[in-house]
């Protein structure tokens, strides 16, 4: 059973038609390189798989589970919606940091107030983050 599979997934914006049926398919231990030009529609498949766009037509699983089926699919709720992005990160294009914010305080953020986790849970693990890209010296800035 594939971990991640995208069938025929498909998503427009009025008449410009982004994604035309991408399919695929990726197992536990793969690794999947998304290429291509630009504007060729690869932040849109990301935004589709973490619902931060609703696919025009198509299927998203994870683990055999279905997130995503626009035959016959019900309008998702939000709270549908959170839970199927647990399955994925999203790295944004564009700095969504808080400027006022130091860097560790950008990334406990959201840990703390929408996963409820402890404040020195969050620390400890974005500053095990920072480690393993190098930047712990930075978590002050």
Known sequence: MALLEVKALCKSFDE????R???FSMEQGETLSIIG??????TT???CMNFLEIPSS???SVNGETLFDSAGQRTLSESEIRRNRLHFGLVFQNFNLFPHFS???NLTEAPVRVLGREKIQA???????LRKVGLSDKADA
């Open 16 to 19: 410009l038609q982004v994604l």
């Open 21 to 23: 049926g991408v399919s």
């Open 37 to 42: 030009p630009s504007g060729g529609g690869k």
């Open 45 to 47: 498949l990301l935004r």
């Open 58 to 60: 198509g299927r998203i």
């Open 103 to 105: 860097v560790l305080r």
């Open 123 to 129: 620390r400890e693990e974005a500053m095990a983050l």
